[in-house]
C-alpha cells in the first residue's frame, strides 16, 4: 500500500508540474544589438508576473537596481559615449531557482576621446514616392570633401541613440500664437519615442530649460501648460545654447525649435549661428508659428538655418496638418544613416568644406552641407 501511496503522489506531483509551467522572463528593454548611451531605461516582464520575489538587473557584471513588484524596470546612466554593454535580468522565484536572460548592446565604433576628428553626417535616403529607403549597406554610400572622396570609417542604420531638444518660443510676439503652440508642442513630445531622450527649453529674452532629459513624458507636458508668454525672442541664443547642450558624443543630435523666427534680443547675430552650426553636425528643425507661417522674410530665416545642417522648416498653424508634419518628422528621425569619416584634409583653419552624399541608385538623399574645421581652443 505504501508503494502504491508513493506512485499517486508521483503521479499528483507530475501531473502540477505538466500544469504550471516555468515562468517566461523577457528583456523588453533595451532590445538586442541596440545602439544606448545616456539615461536608459531598462525594462523586463514575467509571466507570471507575481513569481519572482525580485528581479535584479545587471550590467557588464555589475548589480545596477532591482525591482520587487512589476512594472520591473529601472533608470540607469549608460553614459556619453555609445560603447558595447551586456544586460543581465536575474528574477528570484518564489518557487525556488531563478530565471535569467541577457541581450547586448553595440557599439559604434567610435574612440571614446571626443577630440577624434571624426566628421560625423546624418542623412535621409527617399525614394521617388517620398518614402524612406532603409536598409541600406554602409558600401551604397559615398562621402566626398571639397570634392575628394573619402572613406567612411562608422556607420549605423538602426537604432541609433538620438538626443533631442525641442526649444519653445515664448516670447511676447507669440502671444496669439500661444494656444496652437502648445497644443502643438505637446502633440509632439507625445508622440516622440520614449528610447530618445528630449530636453525640453523655453526661450524669450533668455533661455530657460523646462523639463531635463530624464524627466517623465508627462512633466515635459506639464511645464508645456505652464508657458506664458512675456518678453523678446531670443533665438539665436537658443540655437546656440541647444547645441552646447548637445555635446559632441557619437550618435544623432537633432533640435526642433518652435518659433514665428523674429530675433529681438539675442547676443549673438545670424552670421554667429550660422558659423557655429557649421562646426556642429546637429540637424536643426523648425517649425514655424504665428507670424513665422505668413511674413516671408521670417520663412527665409528660418529655411536659411536648417539647410545647411540637412533639416527642415516645416510651415503651418493648422493643427491636423502639424499632426502629419511631426509624424513624418519622427519618422525621419527614426529611419536616418550616421556615416562617419576622418577627413583627409588635416588642416584646422576654420575654413568651411563643403560635403557631398551619393548613394547607389538613389536620387533624393538629403544631408549636411558641410562643415567648419574650427581651430581648437
Given at each position: ?51 519572482a520575489t525580485r528581479v535584479l538587473f545587471s550590467v557588464d557584471g555589475k548589480q545596477v537596481c532591482d525591482a520587487s513588484t512589476p512594472p520591473f524596470e529601472c533608470s540607469w546612466e549608460a553614459g556619453p559615449n555609445v560603447t558595447a554593454h551586456q544586460i ?290
Amino acid at each position: 500500500m505504501a508503494r502504491g501511496l508513493l506512485l499517486a503522489l508521483a503521479g499528483l506531483l507530475f501531473a502540477q508540474s505538466e500544469a504550471a509551467p516555468a515562468p517566461e522572463l523577457e528583456i523588453l528593454s533595451p532590445a538586442p544589438d541596440a545602439y544606448i548611451s545616456g539615461t536608459t531605461m531598462l525594462r523586463a516582464t514575467l509571466a507570471p508576473s507575481d513569481a519572482a520575489t525580485r528581479v535584479l538587473f545587471s550590467v557588464d557584471g555589475k548589480q545596477v537596481c532591482d525591482a520587487s513588484t512589476p512594472p520591473f524596470e529601472c533608470s540607469w546612466e549608460a553614459g556619453p559615449n555609445v560603447t558595447a554593454h551586456q544586460i543581465r535580468v536575474v528574477a528570484d522565484l518564489k518557487a525556488g531557482g531563478r530565471v535569467i536572460r541577457t541581450v547586448r548592446t553595440k557599439s559604434l565604433g567610435y574612440a571614446e576621446k571626443v577630440d577624434v576628428d571624426v566628421v560625423q553626417v546624418i542623412a535621409t535616403v527617399m525614394d521617388g514616392n517620398g518614402h524612406f529607403v532603409t536598409g541600406l549597406p554602409r558600401t551604397s554610400f559615398h562621402l566626398e570633401e571639397d570634392g575628394k572622396p573619402q572613406k567612411i570609417s562608422h556607420f549605423g542604420a538602426e537604432d541609433v541613440p538620438l538626443e533631442l531638444i525641442v526649444a519653445c518660443d515664448v516670447s511676447g510676439s507669440m502671444a496669439p500664437a500661444m494656444p496652437k503652440l502648445k497644443q502643438a508642442v505637446k502633440e509632439f513630445l507625445t508622440a516622440v519615442p520614449t528610447r530618445d531622450q528630449v530636453t525640453l527649453l523655453g526661450f524669450n529674452d533668455t533661455v530657460f530649460p523646462l523639463a531635463r532629459r530624464a524627466s517623465n513624458p508627462a512633466d515635459r507636458t506639464k511645464a508645456v501648460d505652464r508657458l506664458a508668454p512675456w518678453g523678446a525672442t531670443a533665438l539665436y541664443d537658443v540655437i546656440l545654447r541647444s547645441v552646447e547642450m548637445l555635446g559632441k558624443q557619437p550618435g544623432r543630435r537633432a533640435i526642433v525649435v518652435f518659433s514665428d523666427g523674429e530675433d529681438q534680443g539675442s547676443h549673438a547675430s545670424l552670421g554667429d549661428v550660422e558659423r557655429r552650426l557649421q562646426a556642429s553636425d546637429v540637424t536643426l528643425y523648425m517649425i514655424g508659428q504665428g507670424r513665422g507661417v505668413q511674413v516671408d522674410a521670417l520663412k527665409t530665416v528660418m529655411q536659411r538655418l536648417v539647410e545647411p545642417t540637412g533639416g527642415l522648416a516645416l510651415f503651418t498653424d493648422n493643427i491636423d496638418q502639424l499632426h502629419n508634419a511631426f509624424s513624418d518628422l519622427l519618422e525621419e528621425l527614426s529611419n536616418q544613416y550616421l556615416l562617419g569619416y576622418e577627413s583627409t584634409n588635416t588642416k584646422r583653419d576654420d575654413v568651411f568644406r563643403k560635403i557631398s552624399v551619393h548613394v547607389d541608385g538613389q536620387s533624393r538623399v538629403r544631408a549636411r552641407q558641410g562643415y567648419r574645421a574650427v581651430v581648437p581652443k
